[in-house]
C-alpha cells in the first residue's frame, strides 16, 4: 500500500506533466485501437463467410461472367445440396456518392443459402412474388430513409439506364457480425430487360453459390464442378466463400499493411513522450535516489520505483484510451457505414492495448533506471546543493 | 579504551577532475570510540565531507581501510554495505532532503519498510522517534507544510528511527536560523548523551564545534591537531 | 541611450540552440516523436501524389478518349464497331505521317495473374492494342524483345507486372481465354498505368474472348483548342452514346477514389498523431522552463524584455520542431525506393505505383513540423515571459 501511494504521489508531482503524458497515451491507444479495428472491418467479410458455401466465378477474372445455364449442370455434382446464382449489379443511388453493394439474385434459393441474413416470413413471400422486388439491409434503409413498400430507383454503372424496384423488405442480421448494408433484387429482372437491349449480354450472371452438404466436402466439390467445365468457353474457378472474400482483401493488401505499420508507429512515437517524461523525472530525483540508497534501499527499490511510476502512467492512459475507443469507434462507425458494415472492437485488440501500453511503460522507465541505478551517492547529494 | 567502534587506518581518496587526479584525503588513520560526539572542520574542499561519506559506507576509498564493529568496509559488496548501513547509520543532511510527497511520519518510516517489522511495530518506533524529536504533533504534515528546523528535525528521527549506533551530520544547522540551529544542536547532544549514539559531525559554525567532546581540523586531506 | 539598447536586445539563437544540446536526450526523445510524425505526414502524401502522378501521366493532353455514357471506366464501357466509324471520320482528328487519322481502337480487360511467391490471384488488365496505339503513347519504349506481330498470339508486358508475376516473363507463356499467348517483349512506360499492363493484338483478343465490343477509343486531336466543340458535338450527336473526355481528366478520374481515401486517411491519421507529438513538445518546453527560472530572472535582471524571453523559448521550441521535421523527411525520403502495388478500386485491378517527394510536400511536412513546435512552446514561452523578476531570482 505505502509503494502505491508513493508511487502515485511521485506520479503527479508535477500534475500537468502527469496528465499530459497520461492523455498522449491515451491518443495512441486509441489511435491504435481504431486502426485495428478498421483492419478488421476490412476483413469481416471472409470472417463472416461460412465454411459450407462455395463461390463459382469465371476463371479468367470476375468481371467475366458465366452462363446460367451451368446451373443444373452444378446441381448433379456429388456432394452438391442447392445452387443458387447473383450478379453483381454495381448501381448507384442517385449519386456516385451512395454507393452500396448491390446484386441480382435468384430470390428463393438465394435467401435460403443465407441464414444469416432474417427476413420475415410475409416479407420473403412478398419479395419473392414481384419480379420487381428488392430487399435492403436495415443500415443500407436507415441510411436513405427507406421503408418497407417504397420505391427506389438505382443508376447501372454496368448496366446502363435507371432501374426502378419497389422495397418488398428490410432484413437484419443474425449475428452483430453480418452485413446490414446490401441490396438484393430479382436476377430474371434484370435478365429481361437484358433480353431486350443487349442480347449478347442475356442469360449470363457473375457468380454461382453452392451449399454443400457438409464443409468436409468443400473442395473435392470445388475440383469436380471446375473439372466440368474445363477446356469450355467460361471455364470456372469455384473456392471457399472465406478464399473468395480473401481474393478480394489481398488485391489490396499493401494498404491493409501500411495501417498496420502505421498502427505501431503511433505506439513508438508515445514511447518516446513517456521516455521523455520519465527521464525528465528522473533527472530531477536523482538527490532523492541518493537518499534512498543512503539509507539502505537497493537499487532494486530505486529502479522499482521508477518502473512503477512509468508503468502507472502508461496503465492510467490505457485505461483512458480503452474508455475512449469505444464512444469513437461507435461514431466512427455511424460515419463510415457505407464502406465499414461492419466496425467491431476485438477483444484481442483490447489484450493488445494493455500490452502495448506495459511495454511503453517500461521502455519509458529502462533509460532513467539505469542512470539511476548507476549514479553514486556521493554524487547524488552533491546535485542537492 | 578497549577496541574502538570506528578504525581508520592510512585512507587515501582522490578525485579526477578532467584528467587530472585531484588528491582529497591523505593517509588518514584515526580511532573514534563508542559514544563519542566527533567535530570535524576544516575549510571548504578539505575534505571533511568526503572523510564523512566515507564513514557510512556511501563512498569507497582508494586505499587504506575503515573498520566499523568489526567489519572491514571495503570488503562489503554493493548491496551488503546498502544493508550494513541501513542498520548501523543514520544520516543528517545540511538541506535534510526530505521526500516532498510523504508527510512526515512517511518520512520516518521509510527506512523501516527494508526491515521486516509489522505495520504496527512501524508505527510505534516512528511515533517514539517523532516524540524524541518533539514533532508528536506534526506527523501529517509534508515537509513543505513544516519549517527549516522542523524538517531537519523529521531527518533527525528518520536517521534515528531504526536505532542504528553512529550518526552523521553534514553541516546540519548549516542552513538554519540561529534558534532553530540551537535547538538541532541540542537535540544531537541529547541523543548523544542519553540514547549513547555515536555522532560524528561536520560543519562551519564554531557554535556547533562547541559542543563537540573531540574537535579534529581537516586541512587540505590532512588532520591536523 | 543605453536603456533602449538593451531593449531591443535580442536573445542569440545560440543560446536556444545551446539548451537543446544540454539536454540531449530530452531533446532526441521529443525531435524523434516529431520526426516520426512527419514521417507519416510525408510517406502518406508522397504517396497519394505517387499515385496521382502515376495516373495523370499516364495520359496526355492531346489525347481524347471515348467510352460509353454512364461507365467509370474503359472495363465497363463497349463501343461498337459503327460508332468507331463516326468517330474516326471527325475532321478535328491529327494524322500520322502515313496521313491515315491517329486513331486506335482498343479493349480492356482484366485477368486474374498469380504474383510471384504467392497463391492469390490479383487482376491484371489486358490490353488489345492496334498499330497507332504506340505512336500515340510516345513514353512506351520496348525494354527486351520486341513487338507483338499482328494477327499473332504474341503479348508484351509492362515491366511493373513482369517483375511481380508469374508467367509474363519474356519467352513465358500464359494460357487464358483457352490459348496460349507468347511473352515475346517488355515494354517500360515509365511511372504510368501501362506498366501495369498486358497488351496483345486488339483483334486477337477480341476473338479470343469473343468480345463484340472495343473498350474504348482514343484519338490524337489536331489542335488541343477544337476539345470542347468536338466534345459537344459527338455527345450530342444521336447514333452515339458516348462519353468524350481528354486522356488526362480520364486519368486523373480514374485516381480520384483511391487518392482521396489514402488523403482522407493520412490527414486524419497524422492530425491524431500530432497530438502526441506536441504533447511531447509541451512536456519538454514546461520542463526547460521550469529548470531555468532563475536563468530566466537573471536575464531580466540584466534588462531583456519579457519579448526577448518570449522569442528565445519560442525560437527553442521551433528549432526542436525544425530538427524534427527535417530527421522525418530525410526518414521519408528512402521511402521513394518503395513501389507500392494494390489494387485500384476504379478498374478493379493492379496498380503499381511509387512514393513520390515533391517540393511542395517538403515545403508542408516541414511547415507542419514547425507548427507542431509551436504550438507546443507557445504555453510554456508566455509562461516564461511573464514571470516576475524578483520571483525568479528567488527560485
Given at each position: 500500500?505505502?509503494?502505491?501511494?508513493?508511487?502515485?504521489?511521485?506520479?503527479?508531482?508535477h500534475?500537468?506533466r502527469?496528465?499530459?503524458?497520461?492523455?498522449?497515451?491515451?491518443?495512441?491507444?486509441l489511435?491504435?485501437?481504431?486502426?485495428?479495428?478498421?483492419?478488421?472491418a476490412?476483413?469481416?467479410?471472409?470472417?463472416a463467410?461460412?465454411?459450407?458455401?462455395?463461390?463459382s466465378?469465371?476463371?479468367?477474372?470476375?468481371?467475366f461472367?458465366?452462363?446460367?445455364?451451368?446451373?443444373?449442370?452444378?446441381?448433379?455434382?456429388?456432394?452438391?445440396k442447392?445452387?443458387?446464382?447473383?450478379?453483381?449489379?454495381?448501381?448507384?443511388?442517385?449519386?456516385?456518392?451512395?454507393?452500396?453493394?448491390?446484386?441480382?439474385i435468384e430470390?428463393a434459393?438465394?435467401?435460403?443459402?443465407?441464414?444469416e441474413f432474417?427476413l420475415?416470413?410475409?416479407?420473403?413471400?412478398?419479395?419473392i412474388?414481384?419480379?420487381k422486388?428488392?430487399?435492403?439491409?436495415?443500415?443500407?434503409?436507415?441510411?436513405?430513409?427507406?421503408?418497407?413498400?417504397?420505391s427506389?430507383?438505382?443508376?447501372?454503372?454496368?448496366?446502363?439506364?435507371s432501374w426502378?424496384?419497389?422495397?418488398r423488405g428490410?432484413?437484419?442480421?443474425?449475428?452483430?457480425t453480418?452485413?446490414?448494408?446490401?441490396?438484393?433484387?430479382h436476377?430474371?429482372?434484370?435478365?429481361?430487360?437484358l433480353?431486350?437491349n443487349t442480347p449478347?449480354r442475356?442469360?449470363?450472371?457473375?457468380?454461382?453459390?453452392?451449399?454443400?452438404?457438409?464443409?468436409?466436402?468443400?473442395?473435392?466439390?470445388?475440383?469436380?464442378?471446375?473439372?466440368?467445365f474445363?477446356?469450355?468457353l467460361?471455364?470456372?474457378?469455384?473456392?471457399?466463400?472465406?478464399?473468395?472474400?480473401?481474393t478480394?482483401?489481398s488485391?489490396?493488401?499493401?494498404?491493409?499493411?501500411?495501417?498496420?505499420?502505421?498502427?505501431?508507429?503511433?505506439?513508438?512515437i508515445?514511447?518516446a513522450?513517456?521516455a521523455?517524461?520519465?527521464?525528465m523525472?528522473a533527472?530531477?530525483r536523482?538527490?532523492e535516489?541518493?537518499?534512498?540508497?543512503?539509507?539502505?534501499f537497493g537499487w532494486f527499490?530505486?529502479?522499482?520505483?521508477?518502473f512503477?511510476?512509468?508503468?502507472?502512467?502508461?496503465l492510467?492512459?490505457?485505461?483512458?484510451?480503452?474508455?475512449?475507443t469505444?464512444?469513437?469507434a461507435?461514431?466512427?462507425?455511424?460515419?463510415?457505414?457505407?464502406?465499414?458494415?461492419?466496425?467491431l472492437?476485438?477483444?484481442?485488440?483490447?489484450?493488445?492495448?494493455?500490452?502495448?501500453?506495459?511495454?511503453?511503460?517500461?521502455?519509458a522507465g529502462?533509460?532513467?533506471?539505469?542512470?539511476?541505478?548507476r549514479i553514486?551517492?556521493a554524487?547524488?547529494l552533491?546535485?542537492?546543493? | 579504551m578497549?577496541?574502538?567502534?570506528?578504525?581508520?587506518?592510512?585512507?587515501?581518496k582522490?578525485?579526477?577532475r578532467?584528467?587530472?587526479?585531484?588528491p582529497?584525503l591523505?593517509d588518514i588513520?584515526l580511532?573514534?570510540?563508542e559514544?563519542?560526539?566527533?567535530?570535524?572542520?576544516?575549510?571548504?574542499?578539505?575534505?571533511?565531507?568526503?572523510l564523512l561519506?566515507?564513514i557510512?559506507?556511501?563512498?569507497?576509498?582508494?586505499?587504506?581501510?575503515?573498520t566499523?564493529h568489526?567489519v572491514?568496509?571495503?570488503?562489503?559488496?554493493?548491496?551488503?554495505?546498502?544493508?550494513?548501513?541501513?542498520?548501523?547509520?543514520?544520516?543528517?543532511f545540511?538541506?535534510?532532503?526530505?521526500i516532498p510527497?510523504?508527510?512526515?511520519?512517511?518520512?520516518?518510516?521509510?527506512p523501516l519498510?527494508?526491515?521486516?517489522?509489522?505495520r504496527?511495530?512501524?508505527?510505534e518506533?516512528?511515533?517514539?522517534?517523532l516524540a524524541?524529536?518533539?514533532l508528536?504533533?506534526?506527523?501529517?504534515?509534508?515537509?513543505?507544510?513544516?519549517s527549516?528546523?522542523?524538517?531537519?528535525r523529521?531527518?533527525?528521527?528518520?536517521?534515528?528511527?531504526?536505532?542504528?549506533?553512529?550518526?552523521?551530520?553534514?553541516?546540519p544547522t548549516?542552513?538554519?536560523?540561529?534558534v532553530?540551529?540551537e535547538?538541532?544542536?541540542?537535540?544531537?547532544?541529547?541523543?548523544?548523551?542519553?540514547?549513547?549514539?555515536?555522532?560524528?559531525?561536520?560543519?562551519?559554525?564554531?557554535?556547533?564545534?562547541k559542543?563537540?567532546?573531540?574537535?579534529?581540523?581537516?586541512?587540505?586531506?590532512?588532520l591536523v591537531? | 541611450?543605453?536603456?533602449?539598447g538593451l531593449?531591443?536586445?535580442r536573445i542569440?539563437?545560440?543560446?536556444?540552440?545551446?539548451?537543446?544540446l544540454t539536454?540531449?536526450?530530452?531533446?532526441?526523445?521529443?525531435?524523434?516523436?516529431?520526426?516520426l510524425?512527419?514521417?507519416?505526414?510525408?510517406?502518406?502524401m508522397?504517396l497519394s501524389?505517387?499515385?496521382?502522378?502515376?495516373?495523370v501521366?499516364?495520359?496526355?493532353?492531346?489525347?481524347?478518349?471515348?467510352?460509353?455514357?454512364g461507365?467509370?471506366?474503359?472495363m465497363?464501357s463497349?463501343?461498337?464497331?459503327n460508332q468507331?466509324?463516326i468517330?474516326?471520320?471527325q475532321?478535328?482528328?491529327?494524322?500520322?505521317q502515313?496521313?491515315?487519322?491517329?486513331?486506335?481502337?482498343?479493349l480492356v480487360?482484366?485477368?486474374?495473374l498469380i504474383?510471384r511467391g504467392t497463391?492469390?490471384?490479383?487482376?491484371?488488365?489486358?490490353?488489345?492494342?492496334s498499330?497507332q496505339?504506340?505512336?500515340?503513347?510516345p513514353?512506351?519504349?520496348?525494354l527486351?524483345?520486341?513487338?507483338p506481330?499482328?494477327g499473332?498470339?504474341?503479348?508484351?508486358?509492362g515491366?511493373?507486372?513482369?517483375?511481380?508475376f508469374?508467367?509474363v516473363?519474356r519467352?513465358?507463356?500464359?494460357?487464358?481465354?483457352?490459348?496460349?499467348?507468347?511473352v515475346?517483349g517488355?515494354?517500360?512506360?515509365g511511372?504510368?498505368?501501362?506498366?501495369?499492363?498486358?497488351w496483345g493484338?486488339?483483334?486477337?483478343?477480341?476473338?479470343?474472348?469473343r468480345?463484340?465490343l472495343?473498350?474504348?477509343?482514343?484519338?490524337?486531336?489536331?489542335?488541343s483548342?477544337?476539345?470542347?466543340?468536338?466534345?459537344?458535338?459527338?455527345?450530342?450527336e444521336p447514333?452515339?452514346?458516348?462519353?468524350?473526355r481528354?486522356?488526362?481528366t480520364?486519368?486523373?478520374d480514374q485516381?480520384?477514389?483511391?487518392?482521396?481515401?489514402?488523403?482522407?486517411?493520412?490527414?486524419?491519421?497524422t492530425?491524431i498523431?500530432?497530438?502526441?507529438?506536441m504533447?511531447?513538445?509541451?512536456?519538454?518546453?514546461y520542463?526547460?522552463v521550469?529548470?531555468?527560472?532563475?536563468?530566466?530572472?537573471t536575464l531580466r535582471?540584466?534588462?531583456?524584455?519579457?519579448?526577448s524571453?518570449?522569442?528565445a523559448?519560442?525560437?527553442?521550441?521551433?528549432?526542436?520542431?525544425?530538427?524534427?521535421?527535417?530527421?522525418?523527411?530525410?526518414?521519408a525520403?528512402f521511402?521513394?525506393f518503395?513501389?507500392i502495388?494494390?489494387?485500384?478500386?476504379q478498374?478493379?485491378?493492379?496498380?503499381?505505383f511509387s512514393f513520390?517527394?515533391?517540393?511542395?510536400?517538403?515545403?508542408q511536412?516541414?511547415?507542419f513540423?514547425?507548427?507542431?513546435?509551436l504550438?507546443?512552446?507557445?504555453i510554456?514561452?508566455?509562461?516564461a515571459?511573464?514571470?516576475?523578476i524578483?520571483?525568479?531570482?528567488?527560485?
Amino acid at each position: 500500500m505505502f509503494i502505491l501511494k508513493l508511487l502515485t504521489r511521485n506520479a503527479f508531482r508535477h500534475k500537468l506533466r502527469a496528465l499530459l503524458t497520461i492523455t498522449g497515451i491515451a491518443i495512441a491507444i486509441l489511435s491504435f485501437g481504431l486502426l485495428r479495428t478498421v483492419v478488421s472491418a476490412w476483413y469481416a467479410g471472409a470472417h463472416a463467410s461460412s465454411g459450407n458455401r462455395l463461390i463459382s466465378r469465371n476463371a479468367i477474372s470476375l468481371v467475366f461472367s458465366l452462363p446460367v445455364s451451368y446451373k443444373d449442370r452444378i446441381r448433379q455434382v456429388e456432394g452438391v445440396k442447392n445452387v443458387s446464382y447473383a450478379n453483381w449489379f454495381g448501381g448507384v443511388y442517385i449519386t456516385e456518392k451512395n454507393f452500396f453493394p448491390s446484386f441480382a439474385i435468384e430470390p428463393a434459393t438465394y435467401l435460403g443459402m443465407y441464414p444469416e441474413f432474417i427476413l420475415s416470413d410475409s416479407q420473403t413471400s412478398d419479395f419473392i412474388r414481384d419480379r420487381k422486388g428488392c430487399v435492403a439491409g436495415r443500415k443500407l434503409a436507415e441510411r436513405h430513409g427507406w421503408k418497407v413498400g417504397d420505391s427506389v430507383t438505382l443508376k447501372g454503372t454496368i448496366f446502363p439506364g435507371s432501374w426502378e424496384f419497389n422495397l418488398r423488405g428490410i432484413y437484419q442480421g443474425k449475428k452483430q457480425t453480418t452485413d446490414e448494408g446490401q441490396f438484393f433484387f430479382h436476377w430474371n429482372y434484370l435478365n429481361e430487360t437484358l433480353r431486350k437491349n443487349t442480347p449478347r449480354r442475356a442469360d449470363q450472371t457473375g457468380i454461382f453459390l453452392i451449399e454443400v452438404k457438409h464443409a468436409n466436402l468443400s473442395s473435392q466439390v470445388a475440383q469436380a464442378i471446375d473439372g466440368l467445365f474445363k477446356n469450355s468457353l467460361a471455364e470456372t474457378l469455384t473456392e471457399t466463400e472465406k478464399a473468395f472474400q480473401l481474393t478480394f482483401i489481398s488485391m489490396t493488401e499493401a494498404i491493409v499493411v501500411a495501417i498496420r505499420i502505421v498502427s505501431y508507429v503511433v505506439i513508438v512515437i508515445i514511447m518516446a513522450v513517456a521516455a521523455n517524461t520519465m527521464a525528465m523525472t528522473a533527472r530531477e530525483r536523482f538527490g532523492e535516489y541518493a537518499i534512498l540508497k543512503s539509507m539502505g534501499f537497493g537499487w532494486f527499490h530505486i529502479a522499482g520505483m521508477i518502473f512503477g511510476e512509468s508503468v502507472l502512467l502508461a496503465l492510467l492512459g490505457c485505461a483512458l484510451g480503452i474508455g475512449l475507443t469505444f464512444p469513437v469507434a461507435a461514431a466512427f462507425a455511424a460515419q463510415l457505414d457505407q464502406f465499414f458494415p461492419v466496425f467491431l472492437i476485438e477483444r484481442s485488440t483490447l489484450w493488445l492495448d494493455l500490452f502495448l501500453s506495459l511495454l511503453v511503460g517500461l521502455v519509458a522507465g529502462l533509460f532513467p533506471a539505469w542512470r539511476a541505478v548507476r549514479i553514486r551517492i556521493a554524487d547524488g547529494l552533491r546535485r542537492i546543493g | 579504551m578497549s577496541n574502538p567502534l570506528v578504525s581508520i587506518r592510512h585512507l587515501v581518496k582522490s578525485y579526477r577532475r578532467g584528467n587530472q587526479s585531484v588528491p582529497v584525503l591523505e593517509d588518514i588513520s584515526l580511532d573514534i570510540a563508542e559514544g563519542e560526539f566527533l567535530v570535524l572542520m576544516g575549510p571548504s574542499g578539505s575534505g571533511k565531507s568526503t572523510l564523512l561519506n566515507l564513514i557510512a559506507g556511501i563512498d569507497t576509498a582508494d586505499s587504506g581501510s575503515i573498520t566499523i564493529h568489526d567489519v572491514d568496509l571495503s570488503l562489503l559488496s554493493d548491496s551488503a554495505l546498502a544493508a550494513w548501513r541501513a542498520s548501523h547509520i543514520g544520516f543528517v543532511f545540511q538541506f535534510y532532503n526530505l521526500i516532498p510527497v510523504l508527510t512526515a511520519f512517511e518520512n520516518v518510516e521509510l527506512p523501516l519498510l527494508l526491515t521486516s517489522m509489522s505495520r504496527h511495530q512501524r508505527r510505534e518506533h516512528v511515533e517514539t522517534a517523532l516524540a524524541v524529536v518533539g514533532l508528536t504533533d506534526r506527523m501529517e504534515h509534508r515537509p513543505s507544510e513544516l519549517s527549516g528546523g522542523q524538517q531537519q528535525r523529521v531527518a533527525i528521527a528518520r536517521a534515528i528511527v531504526s536505532d542504528p549506533s553512529i550518526l552523521v551530520a553534514d553541516e546540519p544547522t548549516g542552513d538554519l536560523d540561529r534558534v532553530s540551529a540551537e535547538e538541532i544542536l541540542n537535540l544531537l547532544e541529547q541523543l548523544n548523551r542519553e540514547f549513547g549514539k555515536t555522532i560524528i559531525m561536520v560543519t562551519h559554525d564554531p557554535r556547533a564545534a562547541k559542543r563537540a567532546r573531540r574537535l579534529l581540523h581537516l586541512e587540505k586531506g590532512v588532520l591536523v591537531l | 541611450m543605453a536603456c533602449e539598447g538593451l531593449a531591443e536586445m535580442r536573445i542569440p539563437l545560440a543560446y536556444s540552440w545551446r539548451n537543446l544540446l544540454t539536454r540531449r536526450l530530452t531533446t532526441f526523445l521529443t525531435a524523434g516523436g516529431m520526426a516520426l510524425v512527419v514521417f507519416v505526414f510525408a510517406s502518406i502524401m508522397m504517396l497519394s501524389n505517387g499515385l496521382e502522378k502515376t495516373l495523370v501521366e499516364t495520359g496526355s493532353d492531346q489525347n481524347v478518349i471515348i467510352t460509353r455514357k454512364g461507365a467509370d471506366s474503359e472495363m465497363q464501357s463497349g463501343v461498337d464497331r459503327n460508332q468507331a466509324l463516326i468517330i474516326e471520320t471527325q475532321p478535328e482528328l491529327a494524322s500520322g505521317q502515313d496521313g491515315a487519322p491517329l486513331v486506335t481502337r482498343e479493349l480492356v480487360v482484366p485477368i486474374g495473374l498469380i504474383k510471384r511467391g504467392t497463391s492469390k490471384p490479383s487482376n491484371v488488365i489486358i490490353r488489345g492494342i492496334s498499330q497507332q496505339s504506340l505512336l500515340m503513347r510516345p513514353q512506351i519504349r520496348i525494354l527486351e524483345g520486341r513487338l507483338p506481330r499482328q494477327g499473332s498470339a504474341e503479348i508484351i508486358v509492362g515491366n511493373s507486372i513482369a517483375r511481380r508475376f508469374s508467367g509474363v516473363g519474356r519467352g513465358e507463356q500464359l494460357r487464358f481465354a483457352l490459348r496460349d499467348w507468347q511473352v515475346v517483349g517488355i515494354f517500360d512506360a515509365g511511372a504510368t498505368g501501362f506498366s501495369s499492363e498486358v497488351w496483345g493484338d486488339c483483334d486477337q483478343i477480341m476473338q479470343a474472348f469473343r468480345r463484340p465490343l472495343y473498350s474504348s477509343l482514343t484519338f490524337r486531336l489536331r489542335d488541343s483548342v477544337d476539345f470542347p466543340s468536338l466534345k459537344e458535338r459527338l455527345e450530342s450527336e444521336p447514333r452515339l452514346t458516348v462519353e468524350v473526355r481528354r486522356e488526362t481528366t480520364y486519368y486523373r478520374d480514374q485516381s480520384e477514389a483511391m487518392a482521396t481515401f489514402i488523403r482522407i486517411l493520412g490527414i486524419s491519421l497524422t492530425g491524431i498523431f500530432s497530438l502526441g507529438a506536441m504533447i511531447g513538445a509541451l512536456i519538454t518546453m514546461y520542463a526547460s522552463v521550469a529548470n531555468r527560472v532563475a536563468e530566466i530572472g537573471t536575464l531580466r535582471a540584466l534588462g531583456f524584455q519579457r519579448l526577448s524571453i518570449l522569442l528565445a523559448f519560442l525560437a527553442e521550441a521551433l528549432l526542436l520542431g525544425l530538427a524534427g521535421g527535417i530527421s522525418g523527411i530525410v526518414l521519408a525520403s528512402f521511402m521513394q525506393f518503395i513501389t507500392i502495388s494494390t489494387m485500384n478500386w476504379q478498374t478493379f485491378s493492379e496498380l503499381a505505383f511509387s512514393f513520390s517527394l515533391t517540393l511542395a510536400i517538403v515545403i508542408q511536412s516541414l511547415v507542419f513540423a514547425l507548427a507542431m513546435g509551436l504550438i507546443g512552446g507557445a504555453i510554456p514561452a508566455v509562461q516564461a515571459s511573464r514571470l516576475k523578476i524578483v520571483d525568479a531570482l528567488r527560485a
